[in-house]
């Protein structure tokens, strides 16, 4: 059973920054992709961005472009967000997903190619 754990959400400033982690453990084998998302009160979940332990290959979303930074550490099974310039508008609640379909990175991470979630971490962005 895969298992994602995030953390490092919080109440920051806009223009600040913050960086979630996600542990995972679980996979059966060593290709898959871990992907961020973000829910927002009243709106639907959005990916931000994807990165598959294959290739490196990474996805973001316009919003967060040239803002956001995926990495992983593969020694450690856990993938990072940096997330700089933050604006009110990043906050959300942000998940982190997981799935053995490794190509969904270069496909825009569509939701429904996930089937492991984390319990998600709230991120503030004050004015």
């Known amino acids: 059973e895969v298992q994602l754990v995030e953390s490092g959400g919080g109440s920051v400033q806009a223009g600040g920054s913050l960086r979630l982690s996600c542990a995972a453990s679980?996979?059966?084998?060593?290709?898959?992709?871990i992907g961020w998302f973000r829910q927002a009160p009243g709106k639907e979940r959005e990916a931000v961005s994807c990165?598959?332990?294959?290739?490196?290959?990474?996805y973001y979303a316009d919003s967060v472009k040239g803002r956001f930074s995926i990495s992983s550490d593969n020694g450690k099974n856990t993938v990072y967000l940096q997330m700089n310039n933050l604006r009110t508008e990043d906050t959300a609640v942000y998940y982190c997903?997981?799935?053995?379909?490794?190509?969904?990175?270069?496909?825009?991470?569509?939701?429904?190619?996930?089937?492991?979630w984390g319990q998600g971490t709230q991120v503030t962005v004050s004015s």
């Open positions: 990165i598959s332990s294959s290739d490196g290959s990474t």
């Open positions: 679980g996979f059966t084998s060593d290709d898959y992709a």
């Open positions: 997903a997981g799935t053995s379909l490794q190509w969904t990175c270069w496909l825009g991470s569509p939701i429904e190619d996930y089937n492991s």
